[in-house]
């Protein structure tokens, strides 16, 4: 199963996208997590995607793509992929039709996770980890047990992402409406387009997400 996984900066795409791949046994392709990779590298291409990023930018399309292209070629991708964060704009959903028509593979699925904006900005800028074990942790949802110690580890170092504040969030969620949603209109006109209620709690998304991915496959 190949699908697009969809959704606003903080609709929980990572989340699901962990789920979908345990149950079907995919792999996931997350391009946040690849750019970060790639900007602690120390190479020219991390370097620039670094600076976009944690000015709340998105990394230009050709960048994205020479990634994106390379990571489907080995092997761990034979069985399946959900692509999280990619493709973001019109151009990029061409390419990657480009790409995958060249590979003989096509998209079985496109999922859309719908969430509310200002809901996104608080659920967002919240957010930390522990700078040991990487146990993530939120201002309002999900506090420490004991106040600056983690559940997990009994480490009390705590790091934020550069670009977790309300401004950076809201900029990013402008050029998701901007840039991204187009693209699901471009796909529904393949009739690939399930959306899901990415409001809801993460079980009750996951069955929502597990019941649209059974559903296709018995139509597939």
Sequence with gaps: MNLVLLGAPGAGKGTQAKRIEEAFDVVQLSTGDMLRAEAGSGSDIGQQADTLMKAGKL??????IRLIDARLDRPDCRNGFILDGFPRTLPQASALDGM???KGLKLDVVLSIEVDDDAMVERISGRYTCASCGEGYHDSFKKPTVEGVCDVCGHTRFTRRADDNAD???HRLKAYHTQTEPIIAYYEGSGLVRR?????GIDAVTASVMAALQAYARVD
Aim: aromatic share 0%.
């Design 59 to 64: 990394v230009p399309d050709e960048m994205i």
């Design 100 to 102: 995958l028509t060249a």
């Design 168 to 170: 950076t969030v809201r």
């Design 196 to 200: 899901i209620d990415g409001m809801l």
